[in-house]
């Protein structure tokens, strides 16, 4: 089965990049990897998705080495409304392509 | 824009009651979730919907079960509520194939007492 591995949680200041990675195997070859933001009391929502190499949109940008091992999320600049829970999902490699979720990065920004 | 509408945000239930939670999408989508959030968890798969009529069990089925009577609504139940079943509930949506795309609704927040 696919594993995910990202940091429980991180700290950064407002106008910051801030890079969060996760840590992936057992993926589909043939499939995105994509995250998902979550404010409090909200269900998660997407923000972005790729293949490989780098996608970037409005939002965020995503970079995935050859290997697809792992994926950061990139966010430049962050504001406090950046503050929220990253998570990661993947395509496990099996049959039934069972989506596997991080448990999620907890993003604090700081004024 | 994707609407996926959870009935009730907010319930509150004693435990031995059934309870039924609903969702209804707006976009015409083959596949319907239900997560449980937790603390520390993460989002764990309930039951997952392909078509109507038709249900797969998640990772953590035991005390529910649904329905997918048509194909814009999935309904969560729980038999007999405990007090373990205390958690925040999202139902989800999105097309098959469609990369991870997935839809999800605001949760409903469950307290069984």
């Known amino acids: 089965l696919a594993k995910t591995t990202q940091p429980i949680s991180m700290d950064s200041y407002e106008g910051q990049e801030v890079n969060i990675t996760c840590s992936h195997n057992?993926?589909?070859?043939?499939?995105?990897i994509t995250w998902y933001q979550q404010f409090p009391s909200q269900g998660p929502r997407f923000i972005i998705q790729?293949?490989?190499?780098?996608v970037t949109n409005e939002v965020a940008s995503l970079f995935i080495p050859a290997d697809r091992k792992s994926s950061t999320l990139s966010l430049p600049r962050v504001s406090l409304s950046d503050t929220a829970v990253y998570y990661c999902l993947v395509v496990d490699a099996g049959n039934n392509r069972k989506l596997i979720w991080g448990l999620g990065t907890s993003l604090a920004v700081n004024p | 824009d994707v609407k996926v509408t959870q009935s009730s945000r907010y319930l509150v239930k004693r435990t031995g009651e059934k309870v039924f939670l609903e969702c209804v999408q707006d976009?015409?989508?083959?596949?319907m979730f239900w997560y449980r959030q937790d603390p520390g968890l993460g989002l764990r798969l309930i039951y997952f919907s392909y078509d109507v009529k038709m249900k797969e069990k998640g990772d953590i089925p035991e005390g529910y079960s649904v329905s997918r009577e048509k194909k814009e609504r999935f309904s969560l139940i729980l038999e007999s509520a405990s007090t373990n079943q205390t958690s925040m509930y999202l139902c989800a949506s999105g097309l098959p194939g469609a990369g991870n795309t997935i839809y999800f609704g605001e949760g409903s927040w469950l307290t069984v007492v």
């Open positions: 976009m015409d989508h083959e596949n």
């Open positions: 057992n993926i589909a070859t043939n499939d995105y």
């Open positions: 790729g293949y490989k190499t780098k």
